[in-house]
RNA sequence: GUGGGUGUAGCUCAGGUGGUAGAGCACCAGGUUGUGGCCCUGGUUGUCGUGGGUUCAAAUCCCAUCACUCACCCCA
């Protein structure tokens, strides 16, 4: 038998539909707050990640699928986004047409980890990306947007954590201060991070081995080292996040593992996955659109991750399924003649029907409507066809009327009109 | 890449110290000769993850391998 590959799964029906209304929700969300759909390919040169996301990062270190391509050249299976989405704006000059663009777009991305719980090979992240404007506003709105996704999502257990990396100007006398503590305690430091303290010292900061943290418990904090700007700019984010009613907790331990982030730096983490605790992630990325060859250009951004924000949506899934509204029990060839075109035009007029195309007893075809959770059955047999009048029963109520067989899909359009004007007025006064 | 746990029917799982497989659910049929959910009766389904070894005999013991899973690492 063929497996799927490691870390690769297939999301089946009674999943999907809760993945569709993720990404349904998302997508009103997000158009709502003015965001534009772009969809990148899942291919890139291998070069735009190494440039963007870091030479030194593990992510771009090990975990990358990259491989040649026929004619030689160097290509990678995207690990993130919005390496892409960067790219895709200085290519197509978005800048030039309209200063401020805000972008989102939905899909796979793949990593070649070893998988364990909220961890894929190929996963699923929803990324939303600001270009062109440096005001704390918009990092403010973005997590205001972030977090009512969450809330329209109904996911609990959550917090944002955010903090400041600095700028250009800021960060250097912050490493300074940063290497002269690593130098001082590095025997105390595990293996990785001796390296790390050479290659990025600030992913020192979140390792989680003991005597790390021990080591480290006195580090500086990059907010203390921010340059006057860069102060404002983190003072104002807090500010507009208080207005808005977000609660967050600054956490100078959060580094982000990609090279191009700047000034604010968010997390959104929960403690129902384990070890995979951030279901969203993201920052300003300032410097990154003119690294890949753009304009000097402020961008912020962030991504959710699919699969784990579906392990905690727990929501009720069979709330989401689509059910048929008609089944059609047809008994004996020539019924069976009329069911098909039937089911023909009503599926085509919008009224999902069922029928059985094997020819069995009324009672089976019966217990199938039934599971599937159809509302209404219509039985047509011998007896009917020579009526000319077939049996419609209402699942619910058990009452059963007599239509004619000359007018079933006038007739079922409207039964069904009815029912659904009941749900409707049902679900307002609630 | 490293370490722990697991692998038996479609699903959830039983199968002390070796004797070639079982339950519940699901599915199908019947009871009810044309009416679903409850009930009763019967039925179908397995290369016991895969390959090798020990043995008269392996789901069971040994080795290898693969997959799943959790954790490290890292990240969404």
Known sequence: MIQSLKGFRDILP????????MEMT????FEDFGFKEIRPPVMEKTELFKRSIGEETDIVGKEMYTFKSRGGKSITLRPEATASVVRSY?????YAVEPVRKLYTIGPMFRSENPQQGRYRQFYQINAEVFGIASPLIDAQLIFMLMTFF???QVKDIGAHINSLGCKKCRPEFHKALSVLLSKVGDSLCDDCNKRSLKNPLRTLDCKVTSCRNALAEAPAIVDFLCEECTEHFDAVKRFLDRQGISFEVDKQLVRGLDYYTRTTFEIQTGLLGAQNAVAGGGRYDGLVKALGGPEQPAIGFAVGCDRLIEIMTLDKKAYMKN???FVAALGTQSMDMAYGWVCELNNIGIPTEMDYSGRSLKSQMKRADRMNAAYVLI???EEIKKGEAVLRDMNTKEQALIPLNSIVDNLQKALKIRNTKHETRNNIK
């Open 380 to 382: 047509v047999g011998e």
């Open 324 to 326: 048929p509204s008609v």
């Open 14 to 21: 009674g999943d999907v539909e809760v993945w569709q209304h």
């Open 90 to 94: 200085i290519q197509h000059k978005m």
């Open 151 to 153: 809330s329209r999502l």
């Open 26 to 29: 998302a997508r009103d969300l």
